[in-house]
């Protein structure tokens, strides 16, 4: 699985761990990037001091590289840009927003940045910005998603831009890592696998209800708001649709219901409440049916990757 991003970033595994808000936090992030992938600091909303004490502790557990994903819409932004450098952060991933305000600040202090990215223009764009590299994500992934799937979307991303690609989104395992690599990609992010780590921090609940999923168990809410986003079904799924199509219907104004369901949805889910937290998680949740360790989910990959390498005869 060597490639030029395991050089370019400093990584054993061209395997990156998805940024997922609220989850993806210092211990996730080590076990990660100890196992020979890239772990991934979700910055989210969270102030600046919970950044800093998150980076503190990362760097107490583990001497290999890292990243903090920045989500650009985050109203403390510029605070979490200043500790990225002042922390001596090595990669940045960014997501929600345009990173341009800040490129001269991350190359000054020798920051790699990587952007997610849902489309052929975006990653134009951001390749004129003088990014590292770009995620090119599908609509297959959990959380906030495009419109645009992984299987068409990598090869397109691939040959509009010459910096490297990651494919993400509907990726978790070695063949659909494998499968990324013949379109061009030259590393992956996975996130929901994650999820069932024994060093992710999300209630049982959460992912016994991952475990037991099946390959229809996902659906995608928001698509009125332009903010789409995909998680497991349950009842605030239920809830969200039905007014959703009250909205369509035009019979009434429906945005402050939608919020009123939804506000703290994801920290409940976090906490063990899988009725109406929003439970995020990508289409490949059915494929995942244990839970083990960071290092035992990335060697597995790995040796899978190989194996489907051998069984094609490459």
Do not use: W
């Not at 945005?255 to 998680?281: C, H, N, P, Q, Y």
């Amino acid at each position: 699985m060597k490639t030029n991003l395991c050089e370019l970033l400093n990584i054993k595994y061209p395997i990156l761990q998805g940024a997922m808000a609220r989850i993806s936090e210092s211990s996730l992030v080590i076990s990660v990037s100890e196992a020979g992938g890239l772990g991934i600091l979700a910055g989210g909303n969270a102030p600046k001091d919970y950044i800093v004490n998150e980076i503190r502790k990362i760097k107490k557990g583990t001497d290999k590289p890292f990243a903090v994903n920045i989500m650009l819409l985050s109203p403390f932004c510029d605070d979490i840009v200043d500790a990225i450098c002042e922390e001596g952060v090595p990669i940045v991933t960014t997501g929600a927003g345009d990173p341009s305000k800040y490129m001269n600040k991350f190359k000054e202090n020798d920051i790699i940045v990587i952007p997610v990215v849902p489309s052929v223009a975006i990653a134009k764009r951001m390749e004129r910005l003088g990014v590292d590299a770009i995620i090119a994500e599908g609509m297959e992934a959990g959380g906030h998603i495009g419109k645009t799937t992984t299987l068409p979307l990598i090869p397109q991303i691939v040959d509009a831009v010459s910096i490297p690609v990651i494919a993400a989104g509907g990726i978790g395992d070695g063949r659909g890592a494998f499968a990324m690599f013949a379109l061009g990609a030259v590393g992956v992010q996975i996130g929901t696998r994650f999820l069932v780590s024994t060093e992710c921090i999300i209630h049982q609940n959460y992912k016994d209800k991952i475990l037991k999923s099946s390959d229809i168990s996902t659906v995608t809410t928001g698509a009125i708001t332009g903010h789409p986003v995909r998680g497991l079904k349950n009842k605030l799924t239920k809830d969200y649709e039905i007014i959703e199509r009250k909205e369509f219907a035009k019979e009434v104004p429906c945005f402050d219901e939608l919020e009123k369901i939804t506000l703290g949805a994801l920290e409940r889910a976090v906490s063990g409440d899988v009725i109406t937290g929003t439970l995020m998680a990508g289409q490949i949740a059915g494929m995942i049916n244990k839970e083990q360790s960071s290092k035992e989910i990335i060697d597995d990959i790995v040796v899978e990757f190989e194996n489907t390498k051998k069984r094609l005869g490459v």
